[in-house]
T-cell receptor, first 116, second 116 residues
Framework: AQTVTQSQPEMSVQEAETVTLSCTYD???????LFWYKQPPSRQMILVIR??????QNATENRFSVNFQKAAKSFSLKISDSQLGDTAMYFC?????????????FGTGTRLTIIP | DVKVTQSSRYLVKRTGEKVFLECVQD?????MFWYRQDPGLGLRLIYF???????EKGDIPEGYSVSREKKERFSLILESASTNQTSMYLC???????????????FGPGTRLTVL
């Protein structure tokens, strides 16, 4: 079974600073996908960024980027130039790579607060 | 825009009651999921359905059942509600295509269930 660990229950940073959220996972699979989801206060969960394990290049989406270290089983999220709208719960998630098995295993989440 | 709706935002029930949580998606997605979200535990998968009338147990199916009679609707049933089922319940849907990494899960707003 897969496990996903987020060791930072809460973080806070000043607006415009850069913040990195940590995520480690444990799996015996070689083909898999990793995701970061964002849950703003009282709003729906949305996908922030995804990474295919077979790709060495780290995924980026505007101010969001990941540092994917496959050997270390680490998948951290970096938010640059943080904005007040980035305040949310952030969940790291794992999915096996075999087609037809689209279940996600989530970490326990990191509550991020951006301070004005 | 993909829309996943849940029948109630807040629900209060009594111990022993039968509880129905409804989820509807409008994007013709094959996959639908029910999670419960608890502080410090993240999201845990209760049940998963990849087609009409098909279901698979997730990580915590005890005390729950599901029904999927139509593609767009996925119901979670608490046969006899207990206080330890007080939680936030999230529904999600995703397409089923290859590669699986593009099968992003879209979430509903959640139902906060309190069992007294």
């Amino acid at each position: 079974a897969q496990t996903v660990t987020q060791s930072q229950p809460e973080m806070s940073v000043q607006e415009a600073e850069t913040v990195t959220l940590s995520c480690t996972y444990d799996t015996s699979e070689n083909n898999y996908y990793l995701f970061w989801y964002k849950q703003p206060p009282s709003r729906q969960m949305i996908l922030v960024i995804r990474q295919e394990a077979y790709k060495q290049q780290n995924a980026t989406e505007n101010r969001f980027s990941v540092n994917f270290q496959k050997a270390a089983k680490s998948f951290s999220l970096k938010i640059s130039d943080s904005q007040l709208g980035d305040t949310a719960m952030y969940f790291c998630a794992f999915m096996k790579g075999n087609f037809g098995n689209e279940k996600l295993t989530f970490g326990t989440g990191t509550r991020l607060t951006i301070i004005p | 825009d993909v829309k996943v709706t849940q029948s109630s935002r807040y629900l209060v029930k009594r111990t022993g009651e039968k509880v129905f949580l409804e989820c509807v998606q409008d994007m013709d997605h094959e996959n639908m999921f029910w999670y419960r979200q608890d502080p410090g535990l993240g999201l845990r998968l209760i049940y998963f359905s990849y087609d009409v009338k098909m279901k698979e147990k997730g990580d915590i199916p005890e005390g729950y059942s599901v029904s999927r009679e139509k593609k767009e609707r996925f119901s979670l049933i608490l046969e006899s509600a207990s206080t330890n089922q007080t939680s936030m319940y999230l529904c999600a849907s995703s397409p089923r295509s290859y590669p699986s990494s593009y099968n992003e899960q879209f979430f509903g707003p959640g139902t906060r269930l309190t069992v007294l």
